[in-house]
């Protein structure tokens, strides 16, 4: 038979690089940014002190090309720093079908905006908090069944994550249509903690009173399955959020459903 050569395998376009070198670019375009601002005092100079006004629009004229230059090599540098939300959503319908079974609860899960960019060290550092509160809405959020069926629910519960980028901030959602946060559940719980005996909880709107799930230590193993186990691990989420430069809030309805939003820096 007649020599078949392989067919050629096309190159990859993609190359892996060293994080330290993004960095190490992001600082000299940094000092580019500095030099070539002191341009324009420098036009003034040659025109005000030396009376050279051709030297002055000259070197007025370099710096309008420099500092374009300088634009669009920021610009370029920060988007190869930039990932998808892609990078850390596609380990979700793996767990949540893992859990939802573990559980025997139906769950259909959707994504939203999985080609939303942030800064590489805000996705890769978003995995853990995302993971703790789909497996805190999943075992403690959406009920089983049965239950959904009493309260005239569908059996299958529903849980999104949509991630959505406005302006110069990433907003991440966590939502689903389980029983909800009570309100007097968590003034109850807050009440007896010794770290929280000074807020005056039954002065404090439903609304706000959600906020006290991302206090330390808010919620005991005990008080868990009452406060539908998200008081758990809710300040160290929180802890991190804030670290990333972002901020978290909760909202929810009995037997509705919660809503968890992340907001949060593109760019570290």
Do not use: C
């Not at 420099?66 to 370029?76: G, L």
């Not at 609860?105 to 942030?118: C, H, N, P, R």
């Not at 069926?149 to 991630?163: D, E, H, S, V, Y």
């Not at 005996?197 to 230590?217: A, C, Q, R, T, Y």
Request: negative net charge; proline residues 5%; without cysteine.
């Amino acid at each position: 038979p007649a020599f078949k050569p392989e067919p050629a395998v096309a190159p990859s376009k993609s190359v892996k690089v060293d994080q330290e070198k993004i960095d190490r670019l992001m600082n000299l375009i940094g000092e580019m940014t500095v030099a070539k601002n002191a341009l324009p005092f420098l036009a003034k100079r040659a025109e005000e002190q030396h009376g050279l006004r051709d030297l002055a629009r000259e070197i007025k004229e370099q710096f309008a090309v420099v500092n374009r230059i300088a634009e669009e090599m920021q610009d370029s540098i920060m988007q190869i720093r930039m990932m998808p939300f892609s990078f850390i959503s596609m380990r979700f319908p793996r767990l949540v079908r893992d859990i939802s079974r573990r559980l025997n609860k139906d769950v259909q899960l959707v994504i939203e905006g999985e080609d939303t960019e942030a800064d590489k060290n805000i996705i890769e550092s978003l995995a853990e908090p995302l993971i703790h509160i789909v497996r805190n809405s999943l075992d403690h959020g959406i009920e089983a069944p049965d239950v959904r069926k009493q309260k005239g629910k569908p059996a299958t519960g529903n849980l999104t994550i949509r991630a959505s980028q406005e302006a110069d901030r990433v907003m991440i959602e966590i939502q689903d249509d389980g029983k909800g946060i009570d309100p007097n559940v968590i003034r109850r719980v807050a009440s007896k903690k010794e770290n929280l005996k000074h807020i005056k909880v039954e002065k404090i709107s439903d609304k706000d009173i959600l906020e006290l799930i991302f206090e330390p230590g808010f919620s005991s193993k005990e008080e868990a399955s009452e406060v539908s186990g998200r008081g758990v691990g809710m300040d160290a989420v929180k802890t991190e959020i804030n670290n990333l430069g972002g901020n978290i809030r909760v909202t929810s309805k009995i037997d509705v459903g919660t809503t968890f939003e992340i907001t949060l820096p593109l760019l570290t």
